[in-house]
């Protein structure tokens, strides 16, 4: 088979590999359709030592398709089964998992290689992570569910509700997932962005109220303008930059919440009025990954067409050509690239 490895920073190899063999409790996945995904271009760029441990590696890590093996001891699945995989499987023993907060699992379990014919699914990934999809949903959505479950995650961790004011500052693929949820269960959404192609591809898609951050030297100000002065029930960052969380934090109205969704680069800080977070009762909170809840959740979503992330997908390339799409990504030219490994 076919495959991307990455070997390390700035190193993806197009390389032909073995198709993997299933061992006990492990199914092998034909994949179908795999989503570039923003993470991908930084973990590219500088490595990642928690989602890619050990390398060389398959890369890419949103996929869907098809059972194409089955090892021994699997009784949930069988050859032929229309799937899709999360990236990561919890250990179920930790004391988060305990908690019901899976994604913060202090044994978590990586997963990569959708950037190939075939992968390798291990046992604690299909015990916990991995769905059967309904006869309708094609794979090229069902990809989406890691995402999708991601910004799930994102806007509970806000506790949005119907009638809120959202502000999602970043109108990247996860910001617009983040804006297509909150809108879903009622909140007025605002999508803050940067002017030029994405933010109108944005607009056309209906998500939200898309608001140039040109318009105003201060994304707060900008926020508060346009709430009459009130600021925003929730801002969420899906920009990962640090002097956005500040201007997150500045823009939320009294009892607001802040969700710090993009992931700054290690070391980095920021500075929080502390007289506001205690007078005002702001809460500030972290929002990292997924849980096999809401993996099922995003599925079911997509599966019953209540949730259609269909407009994301701006370019639809072959497996040889993901270096391309990263690049793509890069340079602010894609929403979503689809790879389909069996298109020539």
């Avoid at 061992?23 to 490595?47: H, N, Q, S």
């Avoid at 969700?259 to 909170?285: I, K, M, N, Q």
């Avoid at 979503?336 to 298109?343: D, F, M, S």
């Amino acid at each position: 088979m076919k495959a991307h490895v990455f070997y390390g920073p700035g190193d993806l190899r197009f390389e032909e590999l073995p198709v993997p063999e299933p061992g006990f409790g492990e199914i092998v996945m034909k994949i179908e359709a795999a989503l570039t995904c923003g993470t991908d271009v930084k973990v590219l760029r500088r490595g990642h030592p928690v989602m890619i441990p050990h390398v060389p590696t398959v890369f890419g890590h949103e996929f869907a398709g098809v059972v194409a093996r089955v090892g021994r001891g699997v009784t949930d699945f069988r050859e032929g089964d229309r799937v899709v995989a999360a990236n990561s499987a919890p250990c179920g023993a930790c004391r988060c998992c305990h908690a019901g907060r899976q994604n913060l699992c202090e044994d978590l379990l990586f997963v990569n290689g959708g950037y190939g014919e075939y992968i390798a699914l291990p046992p604690r990934l299909v015990a916990s992570n991995v769905v059967r999809l309904g006869p309708s949903l094609p794979a090229r959505r069902a990809a989406f569910a890691e995402p999708l479950a991601c910004a799930l995650l994102g806007i509970e961790r806000g506790r949005v509700e119907e009638g809120m004011t959202v502000a999602v500052i970043g109108h990247g693929p996860l910001g617009c997932l983040l804006a297509i949820v909150a809108a879903q269960r009622g909140a007025r959404v605002l999508v803050v962005g940067k002017p030029g192609w994405r933010l109108e591809r944005v607009r056309g898609l209906g998500i939200g109220e898309c608001l140039d951050a040109g318009r105003s030297p201060s994304l707060a100000a900008l926020l508060r303008d346009v709430t009459g002065g009130r600021g925003v029930d929730v801002a969420v960052d899906a920009t990962g930059r640090p002097e956005v969380w500040e201007q997150a934090v500045a823009a939320v109205g009294r009892g607001g919440t802040v969700v710090f969704f993009g992931g700054c680069a290690p070391g980095t800080s920021v500075a929080v009025d502390t007289r506001r977070v205690h007078y005002e009762e702001l809460t500030l909170v972290g929002a990292f990954h997924h849980t096999p809840a809401l993996i099922r959740q995003a599925v079911a979503l997509l599966e019953s067409e209540a949730l259609v992330p269909d407009g994301l997908l701006t370019h639809t390339m072959g497996l040889a050509d993901v270096p391309d799409a990263l690049g793509l990504m890069e340079r602010g030219q894609a929403l979503k690239v689809l790879i389909e490994p069996y298109t020539a």
